[in-house]
């Protein structure tokens, strides 16, 4: 499975953006996909993540209310909306998949990755 993630820029705070995730190759029928991101001198984080179904989703606490996770199967894809933005928001922003029925927030529980798209969010 091959995960390429697009989307992220330069905005101000306040602004929103809109990531995609599209994977490819040898895709299964049943997964998670969820979204995660790395600032500079730290840990990566846990930010969304939603089962296949879209009938449960899961979010950092630091991002409720202001990211909405979406995915299309039909084309094997999974969005994350971020509205508000806020400086600590800056960070490259992983996409991550695994073969699973439910909603998984830790990074070690995801086999698939892409490649990161960083967002910027100026003050």
């Known amino acids: 499975v091959q995960l390429q993630a697009s989307g992220g820029g330069l905005v101000q705070a306040g602004g929103s953006l809109r990531l995609s995730c599209a994977a490819s190759g040898r895709t299964f029928s049943r997964n998670v996909m969820g979204w995660f991101r790395q600032a500079p001198g730290k840990e990566r984080e846990f930010v969304a993540a939603?089962?296949?179904?879209?009938?449960?989703?899961s979010y950092a606490d630091s991002v409720k209310g202001r990211f909405t996770i979406s995915r299309d199967n039909a084309k094997n894809m999974v969005n994350l909306q971020m509205n508000s933005l806020k400086p600590e928001d800056t960070a490259v922003y992983y996409c991550?998949?695994?073969?699973?029925?439910?909603?998984?927030?830790?990074?070690?529980?995801?086999?698939?990755w892409g490649q990161g798209t960083l967002v910027t969010v100026s003050s």
């Open positions: 939603i089962n296949w179904s879209s009938s449960r989703t």
């Open positions: 991550a998949a695994d073969r699973a029925t439910v909603v998984f927030t830790t990074s070690n529980e995801y086999e698939y």
